[in-house]
């Protein structure tokens, strides 16, 4: 596995859940959402806040600070205060690991 990757334990993260990690030097927000995992960069495009503590709205992560959500499968925000969107990363399962790294940009 590269430095670029991480790999979690899926019971590590159960349905409606959502894990801080580091993938990269980079802290990534993992999600599950009804068994269907996602994973974006865990910091508010607008507050530079983490998203981690904000909650989830269905496929959509909130932040904390202003209330502005993103979808977790695009990274685009769907409610401002924010405008840019998040990073997104390819989550894979592999046996019972969810495997962490970049997309390709």
Same mark, same amino acid.
Request: aromatic share 4%.
């Given at each position: ?21 580091? /993938?990269? !030097? #980079?802290?990534? @927000? &993992?999600?599950? /959402?009804? !068994? #269907?995992?996602? @994973? &974006?960069?865990?910091?508010?495009t607008h507050a530079r806040i983490s998203l981690t503590d904000g909650g989830l709205a269905g496929r959509q ?45």
């Amino acid at each position: 596995m590269s430095e670029n990757t991480t790999q979690i334990a899926c019971q590590d993260l159960p349905p409606g859940t959502v894990l801080r990690i580091e /993938v990269g !030097g #980079e802290h990534v @927000a &993992v999600a599950n /959402v009804d !068994g #269907e995992y996602f @994973a &974006v960069s865990d910091t508010c495009t607008h507050a530079r806040i983490s998203l981690t503590d904000g909650g989830l709205a269905g496929r959509q992560i909130i932040c904390p600070w202003h209330g502005a959500m993103f979808d977790l499968k695009t990274g685009r925000p769907t409610c401002g205060p924010a405008i840019d969107p998040l990073r997104c990363y390819n989550v894979r399962v592999e046996g019972q690991s969810l495997i962490i790294e970049p997309a390709a940009d």
